[in-house]
Structure formats: C-alpha cells, structure tokens
C-alpha cells in the first residue's frame, strides 16, 4: 500500500504497531463524544431522557477505542491515534482548528468543541470534514447502538421504537432451515507442527450470492466441494435483531467498514449466506441496457443471450422472486404516491419471499421468518443435499498455486479465534468472497494482473429524510418494494440515479441525521417514528475507486465521488425532495451537510421556497465528505473482460493465465449494474458455475445449462 504522508506522520506520532493510547487521548475521544452527543438542558422540546444522554454515560473511551481497534484496519487505526495525539495537546488543536483555538480539546467548553466541530464539518480541506464525519459516525454508531448495554432503558419509549422485532414468530417449522454439513476444525489442532491438510475436487471462498450457488452447481455435478466462510451460521430463531448484535456478529468490520478517508460506509455480510442473509429483499433482474452494454460494448456476447435469460430465470424460480404478495409500508407507499402526483415513473420491486407477505422491517438485521430465500436457505441447503461441507469462521490467507503461477493447487487459511492453520488442497478454486474481499485474495496471492482491484463500483447512496404530522412507524413493514427510475438515464446511457426507500431504526435514523448543534440533531432523533427515508442509489459511471492491501493484507478501499456521479445523485435528492414535500411532510433533511433542513409551506413543489429548496439541493451537488454516503452494493473489482489488459478474468470466469482458478461474484461485473445487483450476481455466477462443470467434466457432462 503507498503511504501517504499522513500515514508516515502517523507513524512517527503513535508507531508502526500503535501504543497504548494515553490518559489526555482517552480525554480527548471522550470530549468527542460527548460533543456529537451532547446533554441539551435547556432544548426543553427534546423529551428526556434523550436530552440528557451524553456519548460516554453509554460507551467510555477506552471501551469505545477498542471497538475501533477490533474493526477498523491497521493504517486507519493508526491514524485515528494519530488525530487523537494531536486533540490531546494544545499545540495539536491549533494545528488542526487552522489556529482557531489553543487549548487541547478536552479542555475546551462544549461551545468551543461544538464549534471546532462546526468549523471542520464546513471546511473546503478535505482532512477537516474526515475529523468530523469520523467522530460524528463513531458517536451515532456506538452510542446508539448500545454496544455496553447502558443506554436508558426510556430511549426507546420516546423514539417511538419497539426495540428488537416485537412480531417475530415464536418458533418456526421444522423444515423452513437448513442442516449444514459443517467441518468441526478442533482447537487441538492449533498445535500441529504442521497445518491440517483436507482434499475436495473444489474449493469455494465465501457463501453469498456468488459462492452458493457455485457450490450448488458444483456439487449437483457430482464434485466433491467445500465452502469456507469468514463468518458464522445464525438461525433465524436465534437472530438477535438488535443493530449492535447484529453487525457484530453479520458485518464486515462488525458494520464499521469505510473507504480509508470515512467519505463512504461500506456495508457487506459477513456470514453464512453472505450479503444475501442481511439484505433488503430486492430481487431487480439485471435491465435490458446493462446486457446490451455488457454485450456489445466490454464484447461479452453471453450477456444478451438467451442462454443468460435462462440463467436469470433458473435463478429467480428457486430464490423464488415474485410481487404478487407486496405489502406497501409507509415510506414505500409515499414513493408510489409521490410519483403519481408528480407525474414520474414509479414501479413495485420484486422480493425473493416465494410470493408470500413479508412485512419484515427488521431484514437487514437477517429474516426471522426464514421467508427471505437467501443463498444460505437456497443453494447452500442444495449444495448440503448433494454433500457440499462448509467451513465457518474461516479466513483464507492465500491461493495456492504453482511457482509460475499458472495452476491452482488449492488454499491456505486460518480457522476460529484460534487461528488454526488449515490446507485445502483442490484443482478447482473458485472466488466467490465479494467485490472487497475477491480482490484482496488474489493480490495476497501474488497475482499481478493491474486490473486487480480496480473498476470498483458501489452505487453511492445518499439519502432525503422527511417527517410527517402522522406516525409512519418506519422501522416496520416491507423494507424496499417501491423503486422510481425518474433520473437513471442522465446521459443518454443509462447512468443516473433510482430513488427506493428503507426502513430506519436508531443507528441507522443517527448516521443520517444532520448535525449543526447537539439540541437540533436531538430534535430530529426524536422523530423517529414520524421518518421516511427516501435512498438515492446512482450507478456510479465514473467508479474512482480501488481496493489495496493495508499492512497486515486486509483490503483498504479509495473512493472520490465523481463531478458527473455526483450531479446525479443531486438530481436523485432534488426528486426524493419533491416526493416528500407533496406527500405531506412537514420537514425534509438532505444528507448535505450544507443544505438547511427545510420546512415546506404546502405541499405544492412549485411554491417559491419549495423551488429554491430544490435548485439549493441541485447547486450544492453531492461532493466527497460533503454529504453522507453509504454502499450496500460493491461491484466490478475482478471484471470479466476480453483480454488480461481489461480486466481480471476470461468471458468464463476463469483468472487469465491461472487453470483451475475462477472468480464467480459480483467483482465479475464489467460496470455497475444500476439495480440492486442480487439477481445480477446469482445470474452470473450461476453461468460460471456450469461453465466450470465443463471445464472439469467436458461439455458433455450435463452442466448445459
């Protein structure tokens, strides 16, 4: 990874393996924390307890550091200590408030704090506002949600939140979850001279949309397979629907992965079932203009065959995709209705729920029903019936492969919080561990393909919050079953913007919300039962961003967000505005930190103050670290392509110049999708899969698919 120069300075300040931090940096974390989350006596509308809670009555600074520690890379790590070193002198301050102030930020009143806050969210230096977007994101992540459990039981109450799924099923049928196969690695075996040694026909890195179905169709063929897994196997019953628990225990990161400058979070399952467990349910079969464009453009004939539409359909049959059964919740019905009045494009959503009612708002926390057909109910259940093993709480060090790098041979990886040293040795490996871990495996493994990496797409999200006189109940009901395409063809390309909707419950209401003082931000938290989140999702033409290695090997993400992907992501905001604004609500908040929130006078968009709200959210634009952005789709890093010079593997999945090694996720995408990529990347995958079963066993085994 280069280092950058305030990585080198890191280093001097904190060391290359960073020290513990001091009592003054303990302080200074704490000032932070209680700066974002701040006692707000005299806000007498704020109700209690929530305008007293301050930051450290529920995390102290060294439970929250180590949290940090535990989630966060090396570099980024080193430095946070490093900004924190710097808070925690008076020398240090003035440094980074521009002079501004000369005391060290513990010592400082709240007003000063709130300010140097203030100042950092609105500097044109990009340093500065990653200062604030950091302790902000800390603050809202760790605070509320409840990591120590000393959050004021009342907190809830006033939110109008019911706490974890009060509909949940007390038990479900015997036969709506799967029994894996999974290999015990023992604890003894941590001291082997050498690691233990097992052999498959094939090996599959992760169990996502990806890897699931890849075991699946391996398996079916007659392979003799196993799946390893980063993460771990939750029942549904067992499901704790708490936000902290879940990303703990389902989350890349435990839910704290963010590019190395904090201007976007990342969102990725970490579990069995990967992404596809803790997912909203939207089930978008890839559109006519990305098969075209994979098609003739990137010079993929496969994409616009009948062959792949055969793919996509297989596919949706067993997931079982459908909209027979939708239930709008509020925030989706206002999409519908918003774009009926404004006269835009508006459409239902598919769900993967086998066409029954799915009114679970808590599904990004993983489905208690087990209705949502994720790869773990799916194809890993198949797999398992056709003797596929699975092995959890895996992590894979390298590929390996021969000298010259041209046959795989198998992987090496690590097992449990033990670390237990494991070979697998296999002809066929097959990537499947997502568009930031797929990329991280092949550079580790030596593969020096400058594609590698690149091309990342994610679907920038922001997002347009509005509030309404009625309780909307937000945290309830279908998450994402409405969808406008108002803005994805921008320019004539099919690059743009959609507008969807998701639910929100505590962490996710705070990471959104705006903040010019604490008392404001209380305010708008205190509405959370009134909410509707409008999702601007673009399809990122531009995609500046790469995945590297961090020092320990783990990947690092680069992201800037685009002039011309930021102009449709404003467009995408502009057009959630006016949705909100002529169904009612009483006030809209974009997630611009330099747009006011507004308080329309009707519900009439053409009103002068609505209009020049409009036109501000349009002028301002979507710029880095100036708007909070989140990405639950990561895309592209290891793309299919025609030739090694434009992209990682052959039209076949296959690495170029490596038998045996085949990438089959969504890093195999040549562009973004522009839809929720779940079909997408089952559908691609699958037709890797059946391509493998050929290589292996001739095209005459069957496997046509």
């Known amino acids: 990874m ?4 305030d990585d080198f300075l890191a280093r001097m300040l904190v060391g290359e393996v960073p020290r513990p931090p001091t009592e003054r940096e303990l302080a200074a974390l704490g000032a932070a924390l209680d700066t974002i989350v701040a006692p707000v006596p005299d806000a007498h509308d704020v109700p209690e307890p929530l305008r007293s809670l301050r930051g450290t009555d529920v995390v102290r600074p060294d439970e929250a550091l180590e949290l940090l520690r535990q989630r966060t890379g090396p570099g980024a790590f080193r430095k946070f200590m490093m900004l924190l070193s710097l808070l925690a002198k008076p020398n240090g301050t003035w440094l980074l408030s521009g002079g501004k102030f000369n005391k060290a930020f513990p010592d400082m009143s709240l007003e000063e704090r709130v300010q140097m806050m203030l100042n950092c969210q609105n500097s044109a230096k990009l340093q500065d506002r990653t200062m604030f977007v950091l302790f902000k994101g800390i603050a809202d992540f760790l605070v509320y949600s409840n990591p120590t459990g000393r959050m004021p039981a009342q907190l809830y109450d006033v939110l109008g939140y019911p706490g974890p799924d009060p509909d949940r099923p007390k038990s479900l049928p015997s036969n709506a979850v799967p029994h894996f196969r999974f290999i015990d690695v023992p604890a003894a075996e941590a001291n082997r001279a050498m690691p233990l040694t097992m052999k498959f026909d094939a090996v599959v890195v992760g169990s996502g949309a990806g890897g699931g179905v890849t075991a699946a169709t391996l398996a079916r063929a007659g392979m003799r397979v196993v799946v390893l897994e980063r993460g771990q196997w939750h029942k549904p019953e067992d499901l704790p629907l708490k936000e902290f628990d879940t990303f703990a225990a389902m989350y890349d990161r435990g839910g704290m992965t963010s590019s190395e400058d904090a201007s976007i979070s990342l969102l990725a399952g970490n579990t069995v079932g990967g992404g596809t467990t803790i997912n909203w349910a939207a089930s978008l079969r890839p559109q006519v203009y990305l098969r075209d464009e994979w098609s003739k453009k990137h010079g993929l004939p496969w994409f616009g065959s009948e062959g792949f539409q055969k793919a996509i359909d297989a596919v949706c049959d067993r997931l079982g995709v459908g909209s027979a059964a939708i239930k709008q919740n509020s925030t989706n019905s206002i999409i519908l209705e918003g774009c009926k009045k404004l006269g835009m494009h508006a459409a239902e959503i598919p769900q993967n729920t086998r066409n029954q009612p799915h009114e679970c708002g808590y599904c990004g926390m993983g489905c208690s029903r087990a209705l949502k057909q994720s790869s773990a109910l799916t194809w890993l259940a198949d797999a398992t019936k056709d003797g596929a093993q699975i092995i959890q709480s895996c992590h894979v060090d390298k590929i390996l492969m021969s000298d010259d790098k041209k046959v795989a041979r198998g992987v090496q990886a690590v097992v449990g919080p033990n670390k237990i040293p494991i070979i697998i040795e296999a002809p066929t490996v097959v990537v499947s561990g997502g568009s930031i871990h797929t990329p991280a495996l092949l550079l580790r493994s030596g593969l020096k393909n400058p594609n590698i990496g690149r091309h990342l797409g994610l679907h920038p999200v922001c997002v347009v919050l509005g509030y309404y006189h009625e309780s909307t109940k937000p945290y309830s009901g279908s998450m994402m079953t409405a969808v406008s395409n108002a803005v994805e063809n921008r320019d004539g390309k099919h690059y743009g913007a959609k507008i969807e909707a998701t639910t929100l419950h505590p962490v996710v209401h705070a990471a959104q919300s705006a903040w010019a003082n604490p ?33 320990d090997g783990s ?18 905001m502009a057009r959630a505005a006016q949705i909100l604004i002529t169904t009612g609500a009483h006030t809209v908040v974009t997630g611009q930190r330099n747009v006011p929130a507004f308080k329309p006078p009707s519900t009439d968009i053409g009103d002068p103050k609505a209009v020049a709200f409009i036109d501000e959210i349009r002028a301002k634009g979507v710029h880095t670290l100036q708007t909070g952005l989140f990405s639950a789709h990561q895309m592209g890093t290891a793309r299919m392509a025609t030739t090694p010079a434009r992209g990682v593997t052959n039209p076949r999945g296959q690495v170029w110049g490596t038998q045996g090694l085949y990438v089959a996720d969504a890093s195999l995408f040549p562009t973004s999708s522009g839809v929720n990529p779940m079909i997408t990347a089952y559908s691609v995958a699958y037709s890797v899969a059946h391509w493998i079963v050929e290589d292996v066993k001739g095209k005459d085994s069957g496997a046509n698919m």
């Open 519 to 551: 008392a404001d931000n209380k305010r708008q938290l205190a509405q959370l039962d009134h909410g509707a989140c409008m999702v601007v999702l673009t399809r990122d033409r531009d995609r500046n961003a790469r995945i590297i290695l961090d020092d």
């Open 2 to 5: 280069p280092r950058s120069a």
């Open 555 to 572: 990947p690092v993400v680069q992201f800037a967000i685009s002039e011309f992907d930021g102009a449709s992501a404003a467009e995408g």
